[in-house]
């Protein structure tokens, strides 16, 4: 892995600012995948830090040795590593937010491949079979109606809507589902993070959301729910 990291930047970095060649090797298995995981975000883009670290918990990418800090404890020490070696960037804007260099953020989609997709960013046509995160702009998008090609990444993992950059909760793009939560929740059945933020008409979850075995975190900020039917 670091072999062809080293590849990539030699091939994408100039010399003079490679200086990224000395923070490779502190990539290692556990911080490797959560660095990765970013590459969901869009460039300049300025994420949550509390949102990220929930996002690794859900996906098991932290390690706990001996039980002896919480998930929690552990996921704000690996965010303060990838920081401190200047992986992620303060907002300038809010304490609570962060960005990846350009450069990084390639970095990322080149270590995920197509694990990662960003809907509307990445250039493929179709959505791989073998995605796993899959992540769109709530402001690139109204309405559900299965993204097309999502339906065949059946082993997705990981459904994200970003909001606008810098900000947690955002209410001025109300987004509508063409198919039924019913028929979403069994087409994607290996779910682990699945967000339905800012989905104004959706009122209720049927509880079928209790077949998703696989689900560590479910998001319905921002929605009408009432009750679970």
Not at 92 to 108: K, P, Q, T, V
Not at 122 to 132: C, G, S, V
């Amino acid at each position: 892995m670091l072999s062809s990291l080293t590849f990539w930047i030699v091939s994408h970095v100039s010399l003079s600012s490679n200086r990224i060649l000395h923070q490779i090797s502190f990539l290692l298995y556990t911080h490797h995948r959560c660095f990765s995981f970013c590459a969901l975000f869009p460039k300049e883009y300025e994420f949550d830090k509390e949102c990220l670290i929930l996002l690794w918990i859900a996906k098991k990418f932290l390690q706990c040795p001996l039980h002896s800090k919480s998930l929690e404890e552990v996921g704000k020490q690996y965010f303060h590593d990838l920081l401190s070696r200047s992986f992620f960037e303060q907002s300038s804007i809010s304490e609570a937010h962060f960005a990846m260099h350009d450069l990084f953020n390639n970095l990322a989609k080149h270590v995920c491949g197509n694990i990662c997709f960003r809907f509307k960013v990445d250039k493929q046509k179709y959505i791989p079979k073998t995605t796993r995160h899959f992540s769109f702009a709530i402001k690139d998008i109204r309405y559900f109606d299965g993204f097309g090609s999502l339906i065949d990444a059946k082993r997705l993992h990981t459904f994200f809507p970003i909001p606008r950059s810098g900000i947690t909760i955002f209410h001025k793009f109300p987004r509508k589902f063409k198919i039924s939560i019913h028929d979403f929740f069994s087409k994607f059945m290996f779910l682990h993070f699945l967000s339905l933020y800012c989905c104004l008409e959706l009122r209720e979850v049927r509880d079928s959301v209790g077949d998703l075995e696989h689900l560590h975190s479910l998001d319905l900020s921002g929605t009408s729910i009432r009750k679970t039917t």
